[in-house]
């Protein structure tokens, strides 16, 4: 039961940061595409939002080490 709640856990800690790097890309390829000229300045948002997400999931998976881990 053990081992299911943290892979249970750790699922659920990859999956939402996962999806917002979906997201904020798929945003991003759209919005370079209306408008090319603003490149830089979507790039510079995505790179930070990519950032903020992949803190997100190294967090999550801190806390599911110190939990669970002997």
């Not at 039961?1 to 249970?8: P, W």
């Given at each position: 039961?053990?081992?299911?709640?943290?892979?249970?856990i750790m699922l659920i800690s990859t999956l939402g940061p996962s999806a917002v790097i979906a997201a904020v890309?798929?945003?991003?390829?759209?919005?370079?595409?209306?408008?090319?000229?603003?490149?830089?300045?979507?790039?510079?948002?995505?790179?930070?939002?990519?950032?903020?997400?992949?803190?997100?999931a190294i967090i999550g998976l801190l806390v599911v080490y110190n939990l669970f881990g002997q």
């Open positions: 039961m053990k081992n299911f709640t943290i892979i249970l890309g798929f945003s991003g390829v759209k919005a370079i595409g209306r408008n090319p000229s603003a490149s830089p300045k979507i790039l510079i948002s995505m790179v930070l939002a990519f950032v903020f997400a992949e803190a997100i």
